[in-house]
């Protein structure tokens, strides 16, 4: 998160947004990271004039606070580009770090 904030600040978005992709599959199932990776992607759609991932995040941020400790789809980037159901590749340096997390729940943990 902090790099991603660190590029928004420097006005350079798009990789601001991979950073957030990336915020957004470890923190996903823990409402507080979740919803914060949704609410600086809905700053970039305002940034980019983007209404579609304006709506998109919002629809997120909304939940992210109601579904993060019952499911989330795992690997989801959380972007307005993909369908917020669907369930994506965990990058293989993300699923070390989840490996590692003690108080992440099991359902969680890796794809089935």
Known sequence: MKKAIELYNLD?????????????????S?????????YWMFKIG??????REI???VTRMIASVLFSKIWVPLGNTGGANVNPLKPMPIP?????ILDDVDDLPTENRKQK
Request: proline share 2%.
């Open 30 to 38: 823990y409402i507080l990271p979740h919803t914060r990776s949704h």
């Open 92 to 96: 293989k340096d993300l699923q070390k």
């Open 55 to 57: 709506v998109g995040q």
């Open 46 to 51: 305002l940034k980019r004039s983007d209404v």
């Open 12 to 28: 350079d978005l798009d990789n601001a947004f991979k950073c957030l992709e990336r915020a957004h599959i470890l923190g996903q």
